[in-house]
């Protein structure tokens, strides 16, 4: 027996089963309503969804995405401060028509309230040092420098200490 | 999408008073083909159906203009589906951690049987079945088909030489096995 032979008798005696009845029907279903797959939702276009559905789907498919970015939102707006009613907001287009320095980009800006120094200590040496005007000694005097700052749109205050120390020569003449 | 045409728009689809629709004449044509391929992967004739409907409407879905040179590449969607079902099948049964149920049911006979040669069918399908999957394939588009190598390269995204390689080894292993029975016919 040949190929050809054999092939022929592989033919003759297994014959592919015949499909179900319905299974024409449900192809001819599938393919004059494709818009009907309930196994792929994502398939409807969204003209073709009700405006509920559409938002209940925005809901379910970007809810956490809008939960995160809100939480975004409140802490940027707790630390930089909520704006005032009577400030102007800029907008994303005024801001990209009309590009302005950076220092009027900032949110919220800060004012420099005053800046103090109180004397600590003082620490004279014993030691007498040689200079061109004659001897002299080294005195040491110990500040604590103030800075303060204030936002006069939501009251918020910022203090900074910053520990300083002057050495002067004081000639032994003067003592 | 071939000529750029919804299947939505199509009139040759949408003329259901039509009976020779495009996607019926195929229909008609390959049903038992396709569902035969897709037996090669599956568990039971209800999952070829699933398998062979989604493939189909698949395919007329992307080519409602298709013609019966293109046919080969609905045997590649069909083989895609059945890859991609019983992938999903596989991993619905490790998640359920069921290890009594198989994928694959070997009971389900591929084909219809004659009731004058249902023993000798039988036995032939078996060897049929004791083939790698890869010959079993080019076998089954080849003589249940009547695809060409060049159509089986095509559907299967091999070289025709794999593909004659493979049917010559298939035929091959099939004498083997069917030998004894042949001789004690005689």
Known sequence: ???????????????????????????????????IQPEKPA??????????????RLLRDFGWACAGGAAVLVVLALVHGWPRPGSEPMTATAAATNPAPAEAA?????EHDETTHDLVSTEGSDEVIETDEGPAREVRYSYVERHAWSNPQTGARVVLEVPREDVYLVPVSLQ | MLGGVSPIEDPRLMNESDAETPW??????????????????????????????????????????????HYPLLYSTVRTCALDF???????????????????REDTPFFDYAVEQREEAALVELALRELPVEQREVVVL?????????????????????????????????????????????
Not at chain 1, 17 to 24: I, T, Y
Not at chain 1, 106 to 110: D, I, L, R, S, T
Not at chain 2, 88 to 103: F, H, K, T
Request: hydrophobic share 45%; net charge positive; proline share 7%.
């Open chain 2, 86 to 104: 019983r992938r999903s099948c596989e991993r619905r049964i490790r998640r359920e951690a069921n290890p009594d149920a198989g994928v694959v």
């Open chain 2, 24 to 69: 019926k004449i195929c229909y008609r044509e390959l049903a038992p083909k396709l569902l035969l391929f897709a037996r090669q992967w599956v568990a039971s004739p209800a999952d070829a159906e699933d398998v062979v409907q989604a493939a189909f409407v698949k395919f007329w879905q992307h080519q409602p203009m298709a013609q019966p040179e």
């Open chain 1, 106 to 110: 900032q949110p919220a800006a800060f």
């Open chain 1, 1 to 35: 027996m040949n190929d050809a032979e054999f092939e022929k008798n592989l033919r003759q005696l297994l014959r592919p089963a015949e499909p179900s009845a319905d299974l024409e029907a449900r192809i001819r279903h599938d393919l004059l309503a494709p818009d």
């Open chain 2, 142 to 186: 080849r003589l249940w088909g009547g695809l060409t190598f060049a159509e089986i390269a095509t559907a299967l995204d091999q070289s025709i030489n794999t593909i004659s390689s493979r049917y010559r080894y298939a035929l091959q292993a099939l004498r083997r096995d069917l030998k004894p029975y042949s001789n004690e016919r005689r």
């Open chain 1, 43 to 56: 398939a409807v276009p969204f003209a073709a969804a009700s405006l509920p559905a559409l938002l209940l």
